[in-house]
């Protein structure tokens, strides 16, 4: 099976730079993702890592370490759009298909 | 990247009915997933639905339960069925895996059980 563990919440200030931490136990796994979700609305895709390491995007980074089982994004220059909620999904093979298992997401609240 | 079209966006049923999600997609994919998401909660994935075969459940889930239908590459079906109060979330459809790694969702259907 898979286990994901992600803080339940967490809040920042307008400007600064949050890190967002996800652990996870999983067998054969195939990448993590990180999706951001706002109230009422769909997951939207945010970053995909495979290998370890750190990958970029504009202000958002995320960070792999495949032996530790670790994972943190990093959101820079935070904006008060921003508060969302931040889902780590881990793929990994189930029943020989790679199947992706979100985490219970943790709530960003970025006030002024 | 794709575009999802779900159907209904919400709906308010009545116990012991059913009803029947429509997911479509704007190209061919290979493998759809259908996921649940309770109030205040992550993603919990129901079933992978594969052109062609059987979907496959995921544990807690069943088929009598769930009757998926995946009738070509671009459409799919999720019924929920004899629904309680307890079935009451957003239903979404999903989109991705295979050779691409980014994963794409429908807008959701946001279901209510009275």
């Known amino acids: 099976g898979q286990n994901i563990d992600q803080p339940t919440e967490m809040t920042a200030t307008e400007g600064a730079i949050v890190q967002i931490n996800c652990t996870y136990q999983t067998s054969g796994f195939n990448g993590l993702f990180w999706y951001q979700q706002h109230a009422g609305e769909a997951p939207t895709f945010l970053s995909y890592?495979?290998?370890?390491g750190l990958e970029e995007k504009g202000r958002f980074s995320s960070f792999l370490s495949r032996s530790k089982g670790y994972s943190y994004l990093l959101l820079k220059e935070l904006q008060m759009k921003d508060s969302a909620s931040y889902l780590c999904a881990v793929r990994g093979l189930s029943g020989g298909s790679y199947i992706p298992t979100f985490g219970r997401g943790t709530s960003l609240i970025v006030h002024p | 990247s794709a575009v999802i079209s779900q159907k209904p966006s919400r709906d308010i049923c009545q116990r012991g009915t059913s009803l029947t999600i429509q997911c479509q997609v704007d190209?061919?994919?290979?493998?759809m997933f259908w996921y649940r998401q309770q109030p205040g909660q992550s993603l919990t994935l129901i079933a992978t639905?594969?052109?062609?075969?059987?979907?496959?459940?995921e544990s807690g889930f069943v088929i009598d339960k769930f009757p998926i239908s995946r009738p070509n590459l671009t459409f799919s079906t999720l019924t929920v069925s004899n629904m309680s109060p307890e079935d009451s979330s957003i239903y979404l459809c999903?989109?991705?895996?295979?050779?691409?790694?980014?994963?794409?969702f429908g807008p959701g259907t946001r279901l209510t059980v009275t």
């Open positions: 999903s989109v991705g895996g295979g050779g691409s790694y980014e994963q794409y």
């Open positions: 190209s061919q994919v290979t493998m």
């Open positions: 639905a594969n052109q062609g075969s059987e979907a496959t459940y």
């Open positions: 890592n495979v290998l370890d």
